[in-house]
């Protein structure tokens, strides 16, 4: 088994047999061996250092009713929201003052918050924020609209697949959502020249492993410069409400391989992660992740973002907790980077 993994180390690829292998291996000892040397990539990279992305959950209203999200369109017991231009400003205003260089903007598909509203927001970030980056999280929308936000100023897109599998991908989505059409935003994105995330849920109902080898398969034609990998977690409100949320340690491995796969890829130990394990955050970084993504948006609309239940967003998960988080890095010899930490190019 160890071998898969050494191979992996060094042709950053694998027959899919040795993806099977590593993502159904329940013994401890390989697992350790594979957190360690992707550890081990990350560090040569990056060394000790964590960057951290300040998100701005600028919107719950969504036009989309995604099976397995808290904020879908068909779900009556949340209080929407929707962040005017002037609060979003003050978030960045404290996320500067805090050390924060990344702005990630996410949000449902919330078409009342128009493209020219969201070219404008980006605008106005950019002029008082020359020196950050400004990342959009806000979903699919038609390539000219998204060439509009680059020229506006933003450099980086998540979009996560959810999965490259069509058949499961209608298994999680109402009829009107178009794998389609996901997989062509993202290649827009990339030719438009955004560092592009995407990613998945581990774990998702319906989901097997040679869904999940797919996608291995997928991210790696892709080579996106930044890849969101996070636990499935329930929400009560959604038609999944009942299902099992995914298994920590297969997010773990998938962690690991992306990691040996792509070595300077911006990897995040995600709030989903950090939701469902205690310590999950520490347990990502230590498998390979590199970002960690605090929580800049206002107090008192935090609560309603609710993507799944129990969504974290204090402590360590807060943007003014930033000295939780710190201390938490620093017992596992880690420190935050307060860089931009854009995604750079090595040959080797
Ligand atoms: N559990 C885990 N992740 C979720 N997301 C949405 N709903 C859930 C859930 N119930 C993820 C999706 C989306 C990202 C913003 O949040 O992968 O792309």
Redesign the pocket.
Known sequence: MKQWVDRLRIEKSLPSEGYRALLTCRDAETMEYLHRQAREVAYTYFGNRIYIRGLIEISNCCRNN?Y???IRKGNTHIERYRLSQETILECCTQGYELGFRTFVL?GGEDRLQSADWIEETVSIIRKQFPDCAITL?LGEYPPEEYKRFFRAGANRYLL?H?TYNQEHYSLLHPVEMSWKHRISCLESLKNIGFQTGT???VGSPGQTVEHLIDDIHFISRLRPEMI?I??????QD?P?GNQPAGSIEQTLILLSIFRLMHPNALIPATT?LATLAPNGREKGILAGANVVMPNLSPGNERKKYE??NNKASLGAEAAEGLSILRKQLQTIGYEISTEKGDFWKREN
Do not use: D, N
């Open positions: 995604c397995y999200c808290g996410q999280s996560r959810e990613g998945i849920m969101g996070g636990p499935f977690i329930p929400h959604t999944f989903a993507l799944y």
